[in-house]
């Protein structure tokens, strides 16, 4: 009789997780991944500033699907197979979306089944060129060249170059531990922009740091940057 | 057996006969009125107004309100944007982080636009009221949902205008219930409109405070009329954030036309046709006086419009007990707004001129102050209405802000409690080392950045006590903004000597005497003035976003030391983190400094993170969810 009274939780429970469903979807397995690419060549941008959105028409509400695009451009994208929409937000990014033609404007379709890499072709406003990036005395030198892409009307003009020095292989506005601006009203030469970053004593200390070069461009809210580049110093 | 169950039925049926249904049914339920009782009785009309009015909709408020599904505290929407440290555990990421998501501020109710609606349809129908209160009622509707058409345009750009309570048809096709979105100017238009004819319906009565009045709403129309135009007017230096339908931005040509409108209804208050407003100037220490502003609800005459509190009525609210100092207070809570140091050196000294606050000589060495608040002498007074500064009392308590002791070798000797105590070399009994209102680096409650708040603090004993609470009203329009709107728009329309006279009084009552002449206008002292005379009053948010300077002053850079103390007083002045200021004690026996006190400015722990900005933070995001309801409905730029 006793033992009896014990199994009559078990009982109920096991009762109770019989009733218990197994989700009949499986998990999305599809990656679609890619860089961002101006003829091939990729466009660093600063982390988790840039998206592209994704939209799978058809299924209830609309709503996108956020894929960040990481530090060296690249982004992507876990998804069930199925046919997608690809775009950029309104005005995001250093750079100017291609229109293909009037009814698609700037849309990539994607038709996905299993993994899929897509890179995205765009018109950066300009294209920073042979980076060198050198260390020591506790400073960062680096120097660049700007190519300017678009031009004419749809040109804009460099609000200012800035040289970020961080810790991490992270570099962005927020976390740096060191960063010299350079005005665009003062770049003279596209071909010759050199900049330097005193780097302050670091604790705990490192002999080493990270740095890249950003380009603002006037009028755009994303900036442009180099490649991450290790420093020692 | 049988002969129980026949008298058994036959009662039953007696009883069955002898009611009357239709009365048992037909009877008036008991909890809920009916249209008729409402509409024929001018007391019901007036709660259900009363409904409407709690329903307002504030930024900065002293009510818990739900963000994104979470209940946020009302404090912490005070505030907000590095004007302040907060000073509680569970949220220091806030500076950690480093901007907002697109969705923040976001608000879409358009169930509180319909029952507004609902009551101007149903309140225009009601002709057993009396005319005269019938139509101060409808004015009153109208005057909230103006206002809240006005906090949405704000926040979302331009929004569809629906001004009947929609009724669906049930036809299984809902696309005539779908309205686009309105132009922003339209929105802006609207406001003023209904400004303009409601404001000869409502009574002309300063001493009403938390129901609307002709003041109201014409400081409604001040503000609405003066944000639209510096939108047009700003809109230019942020090209990405605009829509091409007008949906987000107003075009440049507009601004003059709505800065006149600004002015104009501004001097209706200013001359006394919306019945007599002057600024609060009852008691001699232009500290206190201004203090006193946000809690004194004896004939105050500068107040125009708040959302009122009363003891013991259920409708109190927590604002003293969040942010009381510490020591010694009713709680064992409070100090969670800390105001930045950056925030206190905005205050411009007596002769005008801006300075920071002078911890060190121009060689570097600190100096020396025999008492604590000597640091902050000779500056404007609305610093110390505004801030709690160490050395300073609340409620007759003074509170106990210091960081430590330094030895003249320069040796810091503090404690990681409050009111810690350690030996000093050469004694053997142990004394207090640190504040009991600190400051210590990370510790919750106490004053982290050196500073307390003190504007809408209540004095009145029980106000910080959980049971007690404060019955502090929320100031929503008050005569010094009516002042300076009007001197911004004065300004703007190149009458500077105008706009002089303005901001003059507002700045005399703050102690500053000395007035400045038209030529001394221009656009960062505008936005200064603002900035220190309606602090923490919800303003800062739409007024970066009007001016287009928020991207600018929240770029996503950190603040280095040499920066805080930098171009004081210029409008687009970094704010991405908030700084600290800490007192330590001279313990040098034998020195002159011995008992003085030093200051250095700090970067707290906790701060990590530096504010972005991001253009698509100029409109809030539009959920995925209304859009997909309404494909009329275009996105904001920039997201």
Known sequence: MKIRFHIMPLVAMVALLSACEKDNYTEPKSTLSGQIVYNGEPIGVEEGQVRLQLWQPGFGKLAAIDAPIAQDGSYSALLFDGNYKLVFPRNRGPFKTIVKDAAAKDTLFVNLSGNQTLDVEVMPYYMIRTPQFSGGESKVNASIKLEKILTGTEGKDIERVSLYVNRTDFVARATNVAVTDVPGADIKDLNAINLTANVPTLSPAQSFVFARVGVKIKDVEDMVFTPVQKVNL | ?639
């Open chain 2, 1 to 639: 057996m049988k002969k129980i169950f026949q008298i058994l039925s036959i009662a039953v049926l007696t009883l069955g006969w002898s009611c009357n249904d239709d009365d048992f049914l037909n009877r008036p339920p008991t909890g809920q009125l009916s249209e008729d009782q409402i509409w024929t009785d001018e007391g019901q009309v007036l709660s259900v107004l009363g409904d409407l009015y709690n329903r307002y909709v504030d930024i900065a408020t002293f009510k818990t309100i739900r963000i994104d599904n979470n209940d946020v505290p009302g404090w912490t929407t005070v505030g907000d944007f590095n004007e302040a440290f907060w000073s509680e555990a569970g949220r220091y990421n806030v500076f950690q982080n480093s901007g907002w998501d697109l969705k923040s501020w976001s608000h879409w109710d358009y169930a509180y636009i319909r029952e507004m609606n609902l009551f101007i349809q149903k309140c225009t129908a009601a002709d057993k009221l009396s005319p005269a209160v019938r139509e101060r009622y409808l004015a009153e509707a109208r005057f909230l949902r103006a206002s809240y058409y006005f906090e949405l345009v704000k926040r979302m750009g331009g929004v569809p205008l629906i001004l009947e309570p929609m009724v669906y048809d049930y036809s299984g096709d809902p696309s005539y219930l779908q309205h686009p979105r309105a132009k922003e100017s339209e929105i802006y238009d609207f406001v003023i409109k209904e400004a303009e004819e409601i404001k000869d319906k409502l009574p002309a009565t300063p001493g009403e405070k938390s129901r609307a009045t002709k003041a109201a709403a014409l400081a409604m129309e001040v503000r609405a009329a003066l944000y639209a135009g510096s939108i047009a007017k700003y809109g230019v230096n942020t090209p990405a954030v605009s829509l091409p339908g007008g949906e987000v931005g107003i075009p440049a040509n507009m601004a003059n036309g709505y800065y006149t409108k600004a002015l104009a209804a501004a001097k209706e208050i200013i001359t006394g046709k919306a019945g007599v407003y002057a600024l609060y100037t009852k008691k001699p220490d232009l500290s206190e006086n201004f203090a006193s502003i946000f809690y004194d609800k004896a004939n105050n005459s500068e107040v125009i419009f708040v959302e009122d509190f009363k003891l013991q009525s259920g409708k109190v609210h927590y604002f003293t007990g969040w942010n009381q100092p510490r020591y010694g207070a009713e709680e064992e809570e409070g100090g969670r707004i800390n105001p930045s140091l950056q925030f206190v050196e905005a205050f411009e000294k007596l002769d005008n001129t801006f300075a920071p606050i002078p911890t060190t000589n121009a060689n570097g060495t600190p100096i020396y102050y025999t008492d604590q608040t000597d640091i902050f002498a000779g500056r404007d007074a609305r610093l110390a209405g505004t801030v709690i500064l160490p050395g300073t009392t609340f409620k007759s308590r003074k509170v106990d802000i210091w960081a430590g002791y330094q030895l003249a070798n320069g040796t810091v000797i503090s404690g990681d409690d409050r009111g810690a105590q350690k030996t000093l070399p050469g004694k053997t009994v142990p004394e207090q080392v640190v504040g009991f209102d600190g400051p210590i680096d990370g510790f919750e409650f106490t004053a982290q950045t050196g500073f307390y708040l003190r504007k809408y603090l209540d004095p009145v004993l029980g106000s910080g006590q959980r049971g007690v609470n404060s019955e502090v009203w929320l100031v929503r329009y008050r005569y010094a903004e009516v002042l300076l709107n009007a001197a911004e728009a004065a300004f703007e329309l190149g009458q500077a000597a105008e706009a002089a006279g303005y901001m003059n009084q507002v700045r005399e009552r703050a102690g500053l005497v000395k007035p400045l002449k038209g030529s001394d206008i221009n656009f960062d002292r505008i936005v200064h003035e603002r900035r220190v005379e309606l602090a923490f009053e919800g303003h800062v948010l739409y007024d970066m976003k009007r001016w287009r300077i928020a991207h600018q002053i929240m770029d996503g850079n950190a603040i280095t030391a040499a920066e805080v103390s930098k171009d004081l007083g210029k409008a687009t002045k970094r704010n991405t983190q908030p700084w600290g200021l800490w007192s330590y004690k001279i313990y040098d026996p034998g020195s002159a400094n011995n008992g003085k006190w030093i200051f250095k400015p700090v970067k707290l722990s906790r701060v990590t993170g530096s504010d972005r900005f991001q253009l698509g933070n100029y409109y809030s995001y539009i959920d995925d969810a209304i859009i997909s309801n309404n494909p009329k409905l275009v996105r904001n730029p920039n997201q």
